[in-house]
């Protein structure tokens, strides 16, 4: 039966290749970075969500006041203010939404950092 030997700079080679791949520090890092990279795309998507919304609640909010408006020219009636004000109250909140939902994105993307 014959003895194959190794070169020990071939196994220190596989050795420092190994670490360099699977070393704990490496799959921590990787790990934290992959997590980062989910939660930034779910954000991102969360945040175009958002805009999505607050674009179409304004153009509601634009048409129901162009009628109003028109109506309230019309007519003179005013009621139709309370609806112009109404959208107005409409548009402040979806901003705010918008605002609030960018804001905890950032929130959540910025607690990485201490990770």
């Known amino acids: 039966m014959s003895e194959t030997r ?3 700079a071939l196994i220190d080679a596989v050795v420092h290749s190994r670490d360099a791949v699977m070393g704990p520090q490496v799959i921590l890092t990787s790990g934290n970075g992959k ?3 989910a939660v930034a795309q779910s954000a991102a998507i ?5 805009a999505d919304s607050l674009r179409n609640i304004s153009t509601v ?3 129901a ?3 109003a ?3 309230y020219l ?3 009636d005013d009621k139709y203010k309370e609806i112009l004000n109404a959208t107005q109250t409409v548009m402040t909140s979806a901003t705010t939404d918008f605002t609030n939902i960018g804001t905890a ?6 607690s990485f950092k201490d990770i």
């Open 69 to 71: 408006l028109a109506q």
């Open 6 to 8: 190794i070169d020990q």
């Open 105 to 110: 994105a950032v929130g959540i993307l910025k």
């Open 74 to 76: 019309a007519t003179g």
């Open 35 to 37: 997590a980062y990279q």
């Open 46 to 50: 969360a945040i175009q969500d958002a």
């Open 65 to 67: 006041a162009g009628v």
């Open 61 to 63: 909010a634009t048409t």
